[in-house]
Structures are given as C-alpha cells and as structure tokens.
T-cell receptor, first 109, second 116 residues
Framework: AQRVTQPEKLLSVFKGAPVELKCNYS??????LFWYVQYSRQRLQLLLR??SRESIKGFTADLNKGETSFHLKKPFAQEEDSAMYYC???????????FGGGTRVLVKP | DGGITQSPKYLFRKEGQNVTLSCEQN?????MYWYRQDPGQGLRLIYY???????QKGDIAEGYSVSREKKESFPLTVTSAQKNPTAFYLC???????????????FGAGSRLTVL
C-alpha cells in the first residue's frame, strides 16, 4: 500500500531563513508526487508537482527515488509562507491521491 | 464564479442520525472526491468518482455513502454507522481522470460536522 509520511508536524523559522519540509513515501513503483498548501482562511490548493519541475513562490521539490523522498525547500522563507503543507502521492494518472499528515509552517518576523 | 461549493459550512447532528453533505461543481470536471481531514492525520479519502453513475471506495469508506447522478454533484451521506463522524469534510474535483490534469485537485471550502 502507498503511504506518505511528513515527520514534522510544526516547523518554525525566522523570515529570511531557509525552510525544508520533509516528505517520505513508500511505494515500489514510479509515483507522481505533489505538494498542496492551505493558507489561513483559504482553500487547499496545489503548490507544485514533481513532473512539472518548476519553482512556485520560490519553492522547489526534488524527487529522490533512492531515498523515496520529495522534500520541499525554499532558501529564504517569507511571512506569507506560513501555512499548512501536505505532501501527496499517486501511482498513476487518475488514480487516488494519498496525503501525508501535514506540516504547519510558521514564519516569524 | 467557477469552483466547488460545499454546504452546509457547519452542521450539528445527534447520534443515530444520518446527514448529507452537498458538493456541487461548475468546472465541468469529470472526477470528484470526498476527503476527511483530522488534525495530525492529513486527508483521508472516503469515496471518489471518475464518471457519472460510478464511484469507488477510498481508504475509509465504512459508515459513508455517496451517489453521482449528475456530473456536477457528488453528495456524501454520513450514516449512523460511522463510529467517529465529527470531522472536517473536504470535497474536491479534477479534470479528465486519465489526462495530464489528473490528480490536480480543486478543493471546496469544507463542511465541519459535529456530532452531539
């Protein structure tokens, strides 16, 4: 069965510091991975997906199949990055998404 | 204003009662999903539907039921058989389950159910 683990429930960093959200998955095939974000009083929304290989709002994520990880990184955190972040995995297009437990990021001024 | 509308936003239910949560989308999306969100547990899939008149159980379907009679509607019924129904429920949709937009979910604002 596929599983997604986000080991940190809360990350607190100062503005301008780097931030890294860890995401580990268990799946033997070639998964598709996503990061979703929920800002305060907003709906959950897609942040980025690994097949796009793009940087969104300064965030990047690299799929490491050897370590089965998809960590989300930003070199200089901003206060507006404070939100709940969810890592998600699917084994194929159109298949169900499995989410991790989420990491709350708090960026302090 | 395109998107997903969930209603009601807040709902209180007595034990032993069934309750139905509404989810409507005007995005012309093919697939629709119901997730349950609990603190520390992330989102867990209850049911999903990739096409009208068809749906599949997710990871925690027990005590829930759904229907998909119209493309734009995917109501969720929380039955009295659900042991711990107090939670935040999220509906989502995605376009073309087999295409490049698959799994890019658009979410509703959620419905919070409290069982008294």
């Amino acid at each position: 069965a596929q599983r997604v683990t986000q080991p940190e429930k809360l990350l607190s960093v100062f503005k301008g510091a780097p931030v890294e959200l860890k995401c580990n998955y268990s799946y033997s095939g070639s998964p598709e991975l996503f990061w979703y974000v929920q800002y305060s009083r907003q709906r959950l929304q897609l942040l980025l997906r690994h097949i796009s290989r793009e940087s969104i709002k300064g965030f990047t994520a690299d799929l490491n199949k050897g370590e089965t990880s998809f960590h989300l990184k930003k070199p200089f955190a901003q206060e507006e990055d404070s939100a709940m972040y969810y890592c998600a995995l699917t084994k194929a297009a159109g298949n169900k998404l499995t989410f991790g437990g989420g990491t709350r990021v708090l960026v302090k001024p | 204003d395109g998107g997903i509308t969930q209603s009601p936003k807040y709902l209180f239910r007595k034990e032993g009662q069934n309750v139905t949560l509404s989810c409507e989308q005007n995005l012309n999306h093919d697939a629709m999903y119901w997730y349950r969100q609990d603190p520390g547990q992330g989102l867990r899939l209850i049911y999903y539907s990739q096409i009208v008149n068809d749906f599949q159980k997710g990871d925690i379907a027990e005590g829930y039921s759904v229907s998909r009679e119209k493309k734009e509607s995917f109501p969720l019924t929380v039955t009295s058989a659900q042991k711990n129904p107090t939670a935040f429920y999220l509906c989502a949709s995605s376009i073309d389950p087999g295409g490049t937009g698959a799994n890019v979910l658009t979410f509703g604002a959620g419905s919070r159910l409290t069982v008294l």
